[in-house]
């Protein structure tokens, strides 16, 4: 998200609105930009669509809760840090089972939750929208974790 990238050979889909990829689809990114916020005292105000990134210091076991349309979803609540802050998060659907593949110390990014701010705290609520993962390469991206995550 937010990458400059070049594409070359593929065909637009007008009807369907999308770029398709064939055998001699050629992409290469040109720049990268960093969206993701690092640092928790930053957030001052309710940011929707947000990106971060934090060292995940808890994790609640996956529950399951009823839908109002019937069914079930399933839940998960961590807390992640910047290495000074800590934030909440609530996890809905697909973002709280990929959970189970996280660990604690992991440094994890999640795309396109919603952040609310009140007093000196944070709380981010992800959903079947967003997108949860964790990659050791998020810490060049957020020098502030490396020492937080030794």
Same mark, same amino acid.
């Given at each position: ?21 064939? /055998? ?42 009823? /839908? ?40 994890? /990014? ?41």
């Amino acid at each position: 998200r937010g990458n400059r990238v070049f594409i070359k050979n593929a065909v637009l889909d007008a009807v369907g609105d999308r770029l398709r990829s064939g /055998k001699n689809t050629i992409m290469t990114k040109i720049s990268q930009t960093n969206f993701s916020i690092c640092n928790y005292k930053e957030i001052k105000k309710d940011i929707k669509n947000a990106d971060i990134v934090g060292k995940v210091i808890e994790i609640d076991p996956i529950r399951y809760v009823n /839908k109002l349309g019937g069914g079930q979803i399933a839940v998960c609540n961590i807390v992640i840090s910047d290495g000074k802050e800590v934030a909440n998060a609530s996890l809905w659907g697909s973002t709280a089972l990929a959970t189970a593949s996280i660990n604690i110390n992991d440094v994890i /990014k999640i795309e396109f939750c919603n952040i609310k701010a009140e007093d000196n705290s944070r709380s981010i609520y992800a959903n079947e929208n967003s997108r949860i993962f964790a990659s050791k390469a998020l810490l060049a991206r957020c020098p502030e974790l490396s020492a937080a995550h030794s």
